[in-house]
């Protein structure tokens, strides 16, 4: 029996200096210096050869694939497992203690920009391999450890990827948190179209604006409305806001009133968390006389929307037993009396219910506002059964490493690599005790639990190929 964390524990400081070697290259998407060599820039590909250089060092086959993706292969055979991690990384911001670039060593934490998301992780799934090879155990499925450049962005290396070479028999992706993802949600995003109406008239909502990006919950909104008794409209505006979850502030500029209202941003996968300061801002509107085309767009959102992550007054509110709600974001409401307006609305949605079935329910809702419904994009849910013997074997060397004997895998409303295999899961590397610094300033892991994940990373390895 090897013992997987005493054997890990041999290779910390060569996993340190690698890993410091990894975070010293801006691999941030790049595109803005983007040569034919070089697609998304220097940076992504620069990084993506570090990791295949350490491959070869240690005798491995890699390969790069157009400077995009690449990887690092050990065992032999048609079939293989795949490994899905990344080396770019979201740009380094504003706000760091430290060198984002230099990987700092202090009270236990390994701090610099992608220890957490992702070189950290996909290093110690690469020293997982390496241990393996070490150890001289011969894989009856061939491996491949795969690094994109693009995560976290458009995924274009890791798109190139699965439509040049052919598709794994199964592979998990270190690039979410532990215990283990087996289910994402599907997502989906509709437009519902307004007309406006260049007559104007006395009484009008000449604009409305909310929200900044469709996976999010708005944090603020504004309307600029015409009306003849401002001075009544400022009054009930008070006392609504007075009762609201929102705060808000209305002014009267000659005969316009200007509306603010600030309610409280999260992100779009659980609406639940936020408050909604577009849809709020609506309520308060509806009881204006608006004109017909500033009616219809204000009715539509009062009377399906508001306060409504579960989309009951659409009629679709729907749960999976094992994936739960589907969940509805309404992150961006924009009107122009002139030229009418759009509402984006963002689904979360289990197995079970189709996107057509989600706009069909959505147009019906339309029709007597004269407005119409398009679907922008859609990533179908992706779910692994539980008792799956891929999910089982990993978990069952979670719960032995970890000693979470209780552990259960997860479903969460995002996306990872893992749903680009048909038999994916996302499997670490953020332990569920650690702090989620990924994407922010002074982004961090605990060099133990960077240890603990290559450890069970190469248990794992070991366990589904043998
Ligand atoms: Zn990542």
Redesign the pocket.
């Known amino acids: 029996m090897t013992d997987w964390k005493a054997t890990a524990a041999k290779y910390q400081d060569q996993y340190l200096a690698d890993l410091k070697q990894l975070v010293a290259i801006d691999s941030s998407r790049d595109v803005e210096n983007q040569t034919d060599e070089f697609p998304l820039g220097p940076g992504p590909a620069k990084a993506l050869d570090q990791f295949l250089d350490f491959g070869k060092r240690d005798g491995f086959t890699t390969k790069n694939i157009d400077n995009v993706v690449g990887y690092i292969e050990y065992g032999t055979g048609d079939d293989y497992f795949a490994i899905l ?2 080396a770019d ?1 979201v740009p380094a911001g504003n706000g760091w203690d430290t060198n984002p670039f230099e990987l700092l060593i202090q009270n236990g934490q390994a701090i610099g920009r992608g220890t957490s ?2 070189k950290g992780p996909a290093l110690a799934a690469y020293y997982g391999l390496r241990i393996l090879k070490d150890l001289g155990i011969e894989p009856k499925l061939k491996i491949r450890l795969i690094i994109g450049t693009d ?2 962005t458009n995924w274009t290396g890791m798109n190139r990827y699965f439509e040049t070479e052919p598709a794994p028999t199964a592979g998990f992706s270190p ?2 948190e532990f215990p283990l993802i087996n289910g994402e949600k599907g997502n989906v995003t509709f437009e519902t179209h307004f007309t406006g109406d260049s007559a104007i008239s006395e009484q009008q909502l000449l604009s409305f604006k909310a929200g900044l990006k469709e996976n999010m919950v708005p944090r603020d909104a504004e309307a600029f409305v015409t009306m003849e008794d401002p001075d009544e409209v400022m009054k009930d505006f008070d006392a609504f806001i007075e009762n609201a979850p929102v705060s808000g502030v209305a002014s009267i500029i000659g005969k316009q009133i200007h509306f603010e209202v600030v309610g409280k941003a999260a992100h779009g996968m659980e609406p639940r968390n936020g408050i909604n300061a577009g849809t709020y801002l609506a309520m308060f509107l509806k009881q204006l006389p608006l004109d017909q085309p500033g009616t219809n767009f204000i009715r539509f959102i009062t009377n399906n929307l508001h306060d409504d992550s579960r989309a009951r007054q659409l009629g679709l509110q729907f749960t999976d037993e094992v994936m739960g709600d589907l969940t509805m974001n309404v992150g961006l409401m924009d009107y122009d009396a002139e030229t009418g307006g759009v509402v984006n609305t963002n689904f979360r949605y289990p197995k079970g219910i189709t996107p057509a079935e989600i706009q069909a329910h959505l147009e019906k809702a339309a029709t007597p506002y004269q407005a119409t419904v398009t679907q922008t994009n859609n990533m179908e849910p992706h779910f692994v059964p539980a008792d799956d013997q891929l999910v089982t074997d990993l978990m069952n060397v979670y719960k032995e490493q970890t000693g979470e004997t209780n552990a259960q895998p997860e479903v969460v409303g995002g996306g ?1 690599f893992a749903r680009l295999m048909e038999h994916g899961v996302a499997f670490g590397a953020l332990f569920p005790s650690a702090t989620d610094t ?1 994407h922010q300033a002074n982004e961090f892991q605990p060099v133990a639990d960077l240890m603990l994940a290559m450890s069970i990373y190469a248990q794992a390895i070991f366990t589904v190929t043998k």
Do not use: L, V
């Open positions: 991690g990344h990384t998301d992702d995560e976290e690039d979410a990872t990924m």
